[in-house]
């Protein structure tokens, strides 16, 4: 059932002919919490799974009676009661098959603080899966139910980052005399120097680095008192499968998979703009901000895409505009007083539906015969060494 992600977007194909896809969107509403249901806070989101729609309802200030409705279209939309199981299985473990084939993919998470990125990045983790398990956990899962089933060879590394400030954290590197970390650039796209890369033979093995990872994210927050809301991680998975085909030709592919928990959109016009109160109180976060140039830039055609400004959009390049498979998921909440936040989260995300990349295989593929000839070559020269 691997099955390429072109043919499920049939409204991508560009006019040239090259197998274009676009980014895929998805949306996540989460349920009201208890103190919303106690306080009986009015709902103002309907989704509609079926037709992938949801309707946003706001009442016009200062005229109770009258409302607009605003409705939007995604590639698919689930409502308050999807399970983290459904979810995945529905829109992400394709992705994840595609991983496996040698596809890079990205996962982004965007949406305003509260409305439920990492429940769906992270949720809970535990080696054995839970039904509060989010992507991570799964996709994780998901990779080594393949690997352990297959005969060829593979190899699995893993890396967690965070992004502050436009400073990146090594999530993965114990003790105090840390390297920094610098985003490079070469021909076969960006490169980390300085990041710690834990190859990990088992599940077990990958939820231990999550766990540390994670819980040296939340000390830091701690002792610099800052918010996870103005933070982006990132947790990057390279499989690495070696295979030899019938012929007896090795082929190496190699997939690697992005998923971001973004910092919150609160403070992100419906334009992608930072609005000028947050300007005024110096809350800018560049990252965020240079991401929705980069998505305008796309998304009208600009010339130049402003990648290079900001950390983020260094290092996730190639999932905008590039060779990546890349999904959003979009998370609001279903409440009258996030509704500013949540109509700004809904165009954001509507306009990135508009992006288009250029998926392509990392694979290597060694013929016998040209590797005959090497070894035949080497005989030869141990052979001249000798005499
Ligand atoms: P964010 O990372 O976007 O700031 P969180 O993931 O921390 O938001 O979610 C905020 C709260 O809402 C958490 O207590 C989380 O468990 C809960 N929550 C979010 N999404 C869901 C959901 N789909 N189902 C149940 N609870 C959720
Ligand atoms: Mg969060």
Same mark, same amino acid.
């Given at each position: 059932?691997?099955?390429?992600?072109?043919?499920?977007?049939?409204?991508?194909?560009?006019?040239?002919?090259?197998?274009?896809?676009?980014?895929?969107?998805?949306?996540?509403?989460?349920?009201?919490?208890?103190?919303?249901?106690?306080?009986?806070?009015?709902?103002?989101?309907?989704?509609?799974?079926?037709?992938?729609?949801?309707?946003?309802?706001?009442?016009?200030?200062?005229?109770?009676?009258?409302?607009?409705?605003?409705?939007?279209?995604?590639?698919?939309?689930?409502?308050?009661?999807?399970?983290?199981?459904?979810?995945?299985?529905?829109?992400?473990?394709?992705?994840?098959?595609?991983?496996?084939?040698?596809?890079?993919?990205?996962?982004?998470?965007?949406?305003?603080?509260?409305?439920?990125?990492?429940?769906?990045?992270?949720?809970? %983790?535990? *080696?054995? !899966?839970?039904? &509060? #398990?989010? =992507?991570?956990?799964?996709? @994780?899962?998901?990779?080594?139910?393949?690997?352990?089933?297959?005969?060829?060879?593979?190899?699995?590394?893993?890396?967690?980052?965070?992004?502050?400030?436009?400073? %990146?954290? *090594?999530? !993965?590197?114990? &003790? #105090?005399? =840390?390297?920094?970390?610098? @985003?490079?650039?070469?021909?076969?796209?960006?490169?980390?120097?300085?990041?710690?890369?834990?190859?990990?033979?088992?599940?077990?093995?990958?939820?231990?680095?999550?766990?540390?990872?994670?819980?040296?994210?939340?000390?830091?927050?701690?002792?610099?008192?800052?918010?996870?809301?103005?933070?982006?991680?990132?947790?990057?998975?390279?499989?690495?499968?070696?295979?030899?085909?019938?012929?007896?030709?090795?082929?190496?592919?190699?997939?690697?998979?992005?998923?971001?928990?973004?910092?919150?959109?609160?403070?992100?016009?419906?334009?992608?703009?930072?609005?000028?109160?947050?300007?005024?109180?110096?809350?800018?976060?560049?990252?965020?901000?240079?991401?929705?140039?980069?998505?305008?830039?796309?998304?009208?055609?600009?010339?130049?895409?402003?990648?290079?400004?900001?950390?983020?959009?260094?290092?996730?390049?190639?999932?905008?505009?590039?060779?990546?498979?890349?999904?959003?998921?979009?998370?609001?909440?279903?409440?009258?007083?996030?509704?500013?936040?949540?109509?700004?989260?809904?165009?954001?995300?509507?306009?990135?539906?508009?992006?288009?990349?250029?998926?392509?295989?990392?694979?290597?593929?060694?013929?016998?015969?040209?590797?005959?000839?090497?070894?035949?070559?080497?005989?030869?020269?141990?052979?001249?060494?000798?005499?």
């Amino acid at each position: 059932n691997n099955k390429p992600l072109s043919r499920a977007n049939s409204t991508a194909q560009p006019p040239n002919g090259l197998d274009a896809v676009n980014v895929q969107v998805i949306l996540r509403c989460r349920p009201p919490s208890k103190e919303e249901v106690a306080a009986r806070t009015p709902q103002v989101v309907r989704c509609d799974e079926a037709m992938k729609a949801v309707t946003l309802t706001q009442s016009v200030p200062g005229a109770s009676k009258q409302q607009t409705t605003r409705t939007y279209h995604f590639d698919k939309v689930f409502p308050s009661d999807t399970t983290q199981e459904r979810l995945y299985s529905s829109a992400v473990s394709s992705i994840v098959e595609e991983v496996l084939e040698g596809f890079n993919c990205t996962i982004f998470a965007y949406g305003q603080t509260g409305t439920g990125k990492t429940h769906t990045m992270t949720g809970d %983790i535990a *080696d054995e !899966l839970s039904a &509060g #398990a989010g =992507v991570i956990p799964r996709a @994780i899962h998901q990779i080594f139910g393949y690997l352990d089933g297959i005969a060829s060879e593979y190899s699995v590394k893993c890396s967690y980052l965070e992004l502050y400030n436009e400073e %990146i954290t *090594d999530l !993965l590197t114990i &003790g #105090a005399d =840390v390297p920094k970390v610098r @985003i490079m650039e070469d021909r076969s796209g960006v490169v980390l120097a300085g990041i710690e890369e834990s190859i990990v033979k088992s599940s077990k093995e990958i939820f231990a680095l999550l766990e540390q990872g994670s819980s040296k994210r939340r000390t830091a927050e701690t002792l610099l008192n800052k918010q996870s809301s103005r933070s982006h991680s990132v947790f990057i998975v390279t499989v690495s499968v070696r295979e030899v085909t019938p012929e007896g030709d090795e082929v190496i592919r190699v997939g690697k998979l992005y998923l971001v928990d973004l910092a919150g959109s609160e403070n992100i016009t419906r334009s992608g703009a930072v609005e000028q109160r947050a300007k005024e109180a110096g809350n800018i976060n560049k990252s965020l901000l240079t991401l929705g140039r980069v998505i305008t830039a796309l998304v009208e055609g600009q010339g130049h895409v402003p990648y290079r400004d900001s950390k983020l959009t260094r290092l996730l390049r190639d999932s905008l505009g590039g060779k990546t498979k890349t999904c959003i998921i979009a998370t609001i909440a279903p409440t009258v007083q996030c509704q500013e936040e949540t109509l700004s989260t809904l165009d954001y995300a509507h306009r990135a539906k508009n992006i288009k990349n250029k998926p392509e295989v990392n694979a290597k593929i060694s013929k016998t015969t040209h590797l005959k000839e090497m070894n035949f070559e080497i005989e030869k020269l141990k052979q001249m060494l000798i005499a």
